[in-house]
């Protein structure tokens, strides 16, 4: 029900989740707090989440704006190479 709420406030978009493994690993909130103010600002970013004990971000984002390649792009302008572990539909 949520899901579909959401869908429907952003016009029908389908958007994406893509899950990556930073490095440098993410050492302290210093390095989240990096990784979601500037990834906030990439083309087609809807959110940012961190989890340091599993080392992923994970980007939720429209296709239509932005890709893999993009995002990654956006990582590393901010000092990070990053692995793909998933990207799904949402």
Not at 8 to 34: I, S, W
Not at 40 to 58: A, I, M, S, W
Request: glycine share 6%.
């Amino acid at each position: 029900m949520i899901m579909a709420s959401m869908i429907l406030a952003l016009g029908g978009k389908e958007l994406r989740q893509l899950v990556l493994t930073p490095t440098p690993q993410m050492q302290c909130e210093n390095c989240e707090k990096k990784i979601k103010k500037n990834m906030r600002f990439e083309k087609g970013v809807k959110k940012v989440e961190t989890d340091r004990e599993k080392q992923h971000v994970t980007i939720t984002y429209d296709p239509a704006k932005n890709n893999v390649e993009g995002l990654q792009k956006g990582m590393k302008k901010i000092g990070y190479d990053t692995k793909v572990v998933s990207d799904k539909s949402v």
